[in-house]
């Protein structure tokens, strides 16, 4: 069975430090992995898409990398602000889940003001 | 550019009823889904389908039905309403015809409760 990982469940830094949230899958073979955003009562927003031939993707403060060997994706955010506040989800399409987005349960992350 | 549009945003039904949660996009996407989450689990693919009537099971299908008969439109029926089905769900499409690789759009969720 594909799944996909998130650790830890919940993380809580003070404003303006460097962080990084894990995401690590059970097949090497990805299509490719997505980081999504949501908020409290609502739907996730699309952060950062990596094909499986890319290495990393970035989009202002965050940058997410792509490691198929290990089966690992990592996003890093820049300079957290209390505006980062959410819940983080990784998504990975796996070839052998054909059309099946497989998602990880998220990590909840806080940042003190 | 509305996106993706889900209705009810919250809906209360009582063990054995029946529904229909309604989901559209007016981005002319291929590929539509319908997930639902719960806590500590994630987000879990119900049903999903890559083009007008053309749709598959995703990992939790049992106890919901979908149809596919335009593009715009990807219902998600509940046939008969049980406790465990009680969630939020989510509805979500995107341009690549196998959901693959373009970025996945999705609804505001509908928050349902089986009494």
């Known amino acids: 069975k594909q799944e996909v990982t998130q650790i830890p469940a919940a993380l809580s830094v003070p404003e303006g430090e460097n962080l990084v949230l894990n995401c690590s899958f059970t097949d090497s073979a990805i299509y490719n992995l997505q980081w999504f955003r949501q908020d409290p009562g609502k739907g996730l927003t699309s952060l950062l898409l990596i094909q499986s031939s890319q290495r990393e993707q970035t989009s202002g403060r965050l940058n997410a990398s792509l490691d198929k060997s290990s089966g690992r994706s990592t996003l890093y955010i820049a300079a957290s602000q209390p505006g980062d506040s959410a819940t983080y989800l990784c998504?990975?399409?796996?070839?052998?889940?054909?059309?099946?987005?497989?998602f990880g349960s998220g990590t909840r992350l806080s940042i003190r003001p | 550019n509305a996106g993706v549009t889900q209705t009810p945003k919250f809906q209360v039904l009582k063990t054995g009823q029946s529904m229909t949660l309604q989901c559209a996009q007016d981005m002319n996407h291929e590929y539509m889904s319908w997930y639902r989450q719960d806590p500590g689990m994630g987000l879990r693919l119900i049903h999903y389908?890559?083009?007008?009537?053309?749709?598959d099971q995703g990992e939790v299908p049992n106890g919901y039905n979908v149809s596919r008969s335009t593009t715009e439109d990807f219902p998600l029926r509940l046939l008969s309403a049980a406790p465990s089905q009680t969630s939020v769900y989510f509805c979500?499409?995107?341009?690549?015809?196998?959901?693959?690789?373009?970025?996945?759009?999705f609804g505001s969720g509908t928050q349902l409760s089986v009494l």
């Open positions: 979500a499409s995107s341009s690549a015809a196998t959901g693959r690789a373009e970025k996945l759009f």
């Open positions: 998504a990975a399409v796996m070839y052998s889940s054909a059309s099946k987005i497989i």
């Open positions: 389908s890559v083009g007008a009537g053309i749709t």
